[in-house]
C-alpha cells in the first residue's frame, strides 16, 4: 500500500528535481503500482458457494434414503415438523440472535472471536484514521493560504512558528532547514541557494515520510477486508458439516436436526461480510484521501522551489 502513494509522490517529486537542475530524474525502480484488494469477486464466489451448499442441505431434508423412510413414515416426519414449528419455546430460535451465539459450538465461537477482533480493531483504525486526514486536511490548507500571502520568505517561517503541525508545513521546515545549511555555508550572512537539487531531495524525503506516516495501520484494514470472508466461510462450512452430521447421527432430516448446524453457518457469514464491507469501504476512502494529500505535498514542493529559484538563487 505504501508503494501506491509514494510511487506517485516519487514520480511528482522527480518532476521538481528535473525542474530544479534541467536534469530528468526516473522513478526508483522499486516504486511499483499496488491494487486495491479484490474482495468484491471473492464473495461472489463465496455467495455462490453459500448457495450451492444450502441446496444440498435442502436435497438432504427433502430426499431422505429409503431405509430412513421406512424408520420414519411420511405422516410421522410430517408431525415431528409440526411439533417443532409449534413448539411453545421456539426451539433453537427462541431467545433470537444471542440464543443461536450460546447454542454454538466452540468452533463456532472461536471463528465468531476472530472476526469480532478483526472488527473492533479495524473500526478503531478507521476513527483515528478518519480524525489524523481531516485534521491534516484543513490544516495544510490554512497553512498554504498563508504561505501564498507571504510576501516574504521570513514571514512564512514566523507564521509556521504559530501554527498547528501539518504536512505541507513539515515540507517547508525541511526546505528551509537545507535553505539555512546552504546559507551558512556561503558564510555571507544573507539567505542563498545555490543548490536546488539539494532543497528538493529534501523536500522529497520529507513527502515521502509523511505519506508513510498517514498510510501506517492501512494494512489491517486491506487484510480484514481480504481475509474475514474466508474465516466467516470457515465457520459456514463447519456448520453445514456439523448439520449433514447431525442427521447421519439421528437418522432423521426434519428440521430441528438441520437448524442448530445451518444457524451456525449463517452467524459466520453474517460476520464475516459484516467486518469486512466497512474495512473494504474505509480503505478505499483513506487511499483516495492519501492519494489527493500527496498530490498537494507535490505541487507545494514545486511552487516552493520555484519561489525559491526566483528570490534566493544566486
Given at each position: 500500500?505504501s ?7 516519487l514520480g ?8 530544479a ?7 526508483p525502480p522499486?516504486?511499483t503500482?499496488?491494487s486495491?484488494?479484490c474482495?468484491v469477486?471473492h464473495?461472489?464466489r ?15 431434508a427433502?430426499?431422505t434414503?429409503?431405509a430412513?423412510?421406512?424408520q420414519?413414515?411420511e405422516?410421522?416426519a410430517?408431525?415431528?415438523?409440526t ?6 419455546g421456539?426451539?433453537i430460535f427462541?431467545d433470537?440472535?444471542?440464543g ?8 463456532a465461537?472461536?471463528v465468531l ?10 473500526w478503531?483504525?478507521?476513527l483515528?484514521?478518519?480524525r489524523?486526514?481531516?485534521?491534516a486536511?484543513?490544516?495544510s490548507?490554512a ?6 500571502k ?5 514571514d512564512v ?7 498547528p503541525p501539518?504536512?505541507?508545513l ?7 532547514d ?7 555555508t556561503?558564510g555571507?550572512?544573507h539567505?542563498r541557494?545555490s543548490?536546488l ?11 515521502s515520510?509523511?505519506t508513510a506516516?498517514?498510510e501506517q495501520?492501512?494494512t489491517?484494514?486491506a487484510?480484514?477486508?481480504?481475509a474475514?470472508?474466508f ?9 453445514i458439516?456439523q448439520a ?6 439421528t437418522?432423521a432430516?426434519?428440521?430441528?436436526v ?14 464475516g461480510l ?10 478505499n ?7 489527493t494529500?500527496?498530490?498537494s505535498?507535490?505541487?507545494?514542493s514545486?511552487e ?6 526566483r528570490?534566493?538563487?544566486r
Amino acid at each position: 500500500m505504501s508503494s501506491v502513494t509514494r510511487g506517485h509522490g516519487l514520480g511528482r517529486q522527480a518532476r521538481v528535481a528535473g525542474t530544479a537542475g534541467g536534469t530528468r530524474v526516473r522513478n526508483p525502480p522499486g516504486a511499483t503500482t499496488d491494487s486495491i484488494p479484490c474482495t468484491v469477486p471473492h464473495l461472489i464466489r463465496f455467495l455462490r458457494f453459500l448457495r450451492l451448499l444450502a441446496a444440498l442441505v435442502a436435497f438432504a431434508a427433502v430426499r431422505t434414503p429409503s431405509a430412513w423412510a421406512q424408520q420414519v413414515p411420511e405422516q410421522q416426519a410430517l408431525s415431528e415438523v409440526t411439533s417443532v414449528a409449534l413448539d411453545s419455546g421456539g426451539g433453537i430460535f427462541a431467545d433470537g440472535f444471542l440464543g443461536l451465539i450460546i447454542a454454538a459450538g466452540p468452533v463456532a465461537w472461536l471463528v465468531l472471536a476472530t472476526l469480532l477482533f478483526f472488527s473492533v480493531v479495524s473500526w478503531a483504525v478507521i476513527l483515528t484514521k478518519s480524525r489524523a486526514l481531516s485534521r491534516a486536511e484543513q490544516q495544510s490548507a490554512a497553512f498554504l493560504q498563508r504561505f501564498r500571502k507571504a510576501e516574504r520568505l521570513t514571514d512564512v517561517v514566523d507564521a509556521a512558528e504559530r501554527m498547528p503541525p501539518s504536512p505541507l508545513l513539515q515540507l517547508f521546515r525541511a526546505g528551509y532547514d537545507e535553505v539555512l545549511f546552504q546559507s551558512r555555508t556561503a558564510g555571507d550572512g544573507h539567505l542563498r541557494v545555490s543548490n536546488l537539487e539539494a532543497v528538493a531531495r529534501r523536500l522529497l524525503r520529507a513527502a515521502s515520510t509523511e505519506t508513510a506516516r498517514f498510510e501506517q495501520r492501512m494494512t489491517f484494514l486491506a487484510t480484514t477486508g481480504g481475509a474475514t470472508p474466508f474465516i466467516g466461510l470457515f465457520g459456514t462450512v463447519w456448520g453445514i458439516m456439523q448439520a449433514f452430521r447431525d442427521i447421519a447421527a439421528t437418522q432423521a432430516a426434519n428440521i430441528s436436526v438441520v437448524a442448530p448446524g445451518v444457524s451456525e453457518a449463517l452467524i459466520a457469514t453474517a460476520a464475516g461480510l459484516a467486518a469486512a464491507i466497512p474495512a473494504v469501504i474505509a480503505y478505499n476512502a483513506f487511499l483516495a484521501r492519501i492519494r489527493t494529500l500527496g498530490a498537494s505535498m507535490d505541487d507545494f514542493s514545486m511552487e516552493y522551489v520555484a519561489l525559491l529559484e526566483r528570490h534566493l538563487v544566486r
